[in-house]
């Protein structure tokens, strides 16, 4: 669908992959099948030599992340994605709208046709594509970076000390 509007557009897919994950496979064998011969589409696993500096090399040379799983914990690669300054669009489920603030450091979709829809809007637009971007590091600095949840421990121990002061 992006391919329509945005001709000279590239997707990479990185998997990661364990050996014993018969589904996993399938869904990778799959993937590749329908990816056919198609030149700009690459497929890409920790099993053929993508590891995490390959990986980051990725994230900080795309335009855009994708992440649309069908289920989702809290998954590193948006909150890394949005640190690196990258828009992401992302599926609006599981623990994906605590790492996406929708409309401000990406976008949270439904289906796949929303999901192009906001990709070829971000690569056509960069002014806003990268005032996503900027707005996803500061959203992660502010919410997911460890001098945070250091200050809220601090807060947290000093407010356990004033308690145990006005106990004496």
């Not at 869904?27 to 198609?38: F, L, N, P, S, V």
């Not at 002014?127 to 601090?154: C, H, P, Q, W």
Request: aromatic content about 8%.
């Amino acid at each position: 669908i992006v391919k329509r509007e945005v001709k000279d557009i590239q997707l990479v897919l990185i998997a990661s992959m364990a050996n014993d994950d018969p589904e996993g496979w399938e869904y990778y064998e799959k993937t590749a099948r329908h990816a056919g011969e198609d030149y700009d589409i690459h497929l890409l696993s920790n099993l053929n030599g993508i590891g995490n500096l390959e990986v980051n090399a990725f994230q900080r040379a795309s335009d855009v992340i994708i992440q649309k799983s069908l289920r989702e914990g809290f998954g590193l690669v948006i909150t890394e994605a949005l640190w690196k300054g990258k828009p992401v669009v992302a599926a609006n489920v599981g623990g994906i709208p605590l790492q996406v603030d929708n409309r401000r450091t990406g976008y949270l979709v439904g289906d796949i046709s929303e999901c192009a829809e906001r990709v070829i809007h971000l690569l056509k637009d960069s002014e806003i594509a990268n005032k996503m971007g900027a707005s996803g590091k500061e959203y992660v600095r502010k919410n997911f970076l460890i001098t945070r949840l250091l200050k809220d421990y601090l807060n947290l121990f000093n407010s356990f000390q004033n308690k145990y002061r006005k106990s004496k």
